[in-house]
C-alpha cells in the first residue's frame, strides 16, 4: 500500500517515473504553491477509523437497502459489498461511506479503487446537499457487468465523470468520461477493466468553475461550470444499482451470491489542499539526504544531512506508485538491503521530522 505525503517533491517523482516509462503522480502545483497533505481525508485503511469517516445509510429507490453491515476495512481496504434479501422489494443491500470532514477548492483527491463484477455503479464522488439542492462532483461512477447488451462493450472501460450545481431542482451539469483504452501506450493498465485491477482516481478541484479528472497517472475528462460551486464537499463511496437505461441496467440477482465479484474494494484514499509556499518549504531543493549507490544492485545507502529525529523512515515506490518497502532509519548512514525488489525505476521518500526527501533508484 502507498502511504500518502507532501507532494512539495513532485517534480523529482514525475521525472523519475517518466524516465521508466510509466507516469503515476498527482499533477505540479502551481507557481508559488505547495500540496499539503489533507490527514482528515486521507487514510491507508489499514483499520477502520471512526474519526474520519461514517455510514449514511439513505436509501436511493429500489431495490436498494443500505445497511451498516456491508461495509468496512479488512486486509488494508475499504470494501463494500452487494448481497441479497430475496424476501424484499429492496434485495439489493449494500452501504456508503463518507468523510467528516468537508473540502473545497482548490484541493486534489485520489483513491485506489477495484470495482465490483455485477451491473451496478461502484462510485467515487463528492457531495453536499439533497437530489434539490446540491453541489457535486463524481470521480468516477463505473458498472464493469452492465446487464444491458447495448453497454457491455465499452463500460467495463469507462470512467464516468460528471458534475452536478442543482438549485431547486435545475441542474447544471455536464460530463467529463474517459475510457481507460485511451491511456498513453506505455500505461500498463490501459485496457484493463475496472474489475479486473486496481485503477487510480483523482480529481483536481482547480476553483469554482474548474475540474480536471485523472486516471492512472495521466489526465483524463474536464468540466467546466456555468454555475459556480458555493458549498464545501464532503467524500463518498458507495455501490448502488437501479433498473435504468443510464445506468447500465439493474444487478443480476445470482452475481450478489458469489463473493468473487460482488464487492468494490478500495486500497487507499489521499487528499490534498493547495497552500501558499511558505519559510518551511522555500528550502526544498536543499539537499537532504545523499543515496548510493546508483544503480544499485542488492544494498543501498541513506545518508542523512540533517539530524535524525526518531520516527525516521525511507518509503520506495515502484512505477506504479505503490509502495513497496519500509524502513527506519536508525543513524545518520543506514544500508538498506533491496534485494527482493525487482529491476526496474523506483522512488525513495525519505521522511526525517518535518523534512521529506524524494530520490530515483535504478535497481538492476
Known amino acids: 500500500m502507498k502511504n500518502y505525503c507532501t507532494m512539495n517533491f513532485l517534480s523529482l517523482i514525475t521525472l523519475s517515473l517518466l524516465m521508466s516509462g510509466q507516469m503515476y503522480a498527482q ?6 504553491k505547495v500540496w499539503e497533505v489533507v490527514p482528515s481525508l486521507s487514510d491507508e485503511f489499514d483499520v477502520w477509523n471512526d474519526s474520519k469517516w461514517w455510514k449514511p445509510l439513505w436509501n436511493y429507490g429500489e431495490p436498494v437497502m443500505m445497511l451498516a453491515q456491508n461495509s468496512g476495512v479488512t486486509n488494508g481496504n475499504l470494501w463494500i459489498k452487494a448481497t441479497l434479501d430475496n424476501s424484499s422489494n429492496r434485495w439489493f443491500e449494500t452501504s456508503r461511506v463518507m468523510s ?3 473540502i473545497s477548492y482548490p ?3 485520489e483513491c485506489k479503487m477495484r470495482t465490483a463484477h455485477i451491473s451496478a455503479y461502484n462510485t467515487f464522488w463528492m457531495n453536499n446537499g439533497d437530489i434539490n439542492n446540491r453541489d457535486e462532483i463524481d470521480m468516477c ?3 464493469s457487468k452492465p446487464s444491458i447488451p447495448s453497454r457491455q462493450a465499452d463500460w467495463p472501460f469507462l470512467m464516468q465523470s460528471q458534475y452536478f450545481i442543482t438549485v431547486a431542482t435545475n441542474d447544471d451539469r455536464a460530463k467529463g468520461n474517459f475510457d481507460n483504452r485511451n491511456l498513453s501506450p506505455q500505461n500498463p493498465l490501459r485496457g484493463v477493466k475496472w474489475n479486473e485491477d486496481y485503477h487510480t482516481i483523482g480529481v483536481w478541484w ?3 468553475n474548474n475540474m480536471q479528472f485523472y486516471l492512472d497517472g495521466e489526465p483524463a475528462g474536464s468540466v467546466v461550470t456555468n454555475r459556480d460551486f458555493t458549498r464545501s464537499l464532503n467524500i463518498i463511496w458507495d455501490l448502488w444499482t437501479i433498473d435504468a437505461p443510464w445506468s447500465g441496467g439493474v444487478a443480476v440477482k445470482s452475481d450478489l451470491s458469489d463473493d468473487q465479484i460482488n464487492t ?4 487507499w484514499v489521499h487528499t490534498y489542499s493547495l497552500e501558499d509556499a511558505n519559510l518551511s518549504v522555500t528550502d526544498i531543493n536543499a539537499p537532504k539526504s545523499v543515496v548510493y549507490p546508483n544503480p544499485v544492485t542488492d544494498i543501498v545507502h541513506v545518508n542523512l544531512i540533517n539530524q535524525i529525529v526518531d520516527d525516521a523512515v525511507v518509503r520506495i515506490y515502484d512505477n506504479l506508485g505503490q509502495l513497496v518497502k519500509t524502513e527506519k532509519l536508525q543513524g545518520q548512514d543506514n544500508q ?3 534485494n527482493e525488489l525487482s529491476t526496474g525505476m523506483y522512488v525513495a521518500r525519505i521522511f526525517n521530522g518535518d523534512l521529506v526527501d524524494s530520490k530515483s533508484i535504478i535497481k538492476r
Open 27 to 32: 499533477p505540479a502545483p502551481p507557481q508559488g
Open 141 to 143: 461512477e463505473n458498472n
Open 264 to 267: 468494490m474494494y478500495v486500497d
Open 206 to 208: 482547480k476553483d469554482k
Open 107 to 109: 484541493m486534489y483527491t
Open 100 to 102: 467528516f470532514t468537508q
Open 336 to 338: 538498506i538491503s533491496i
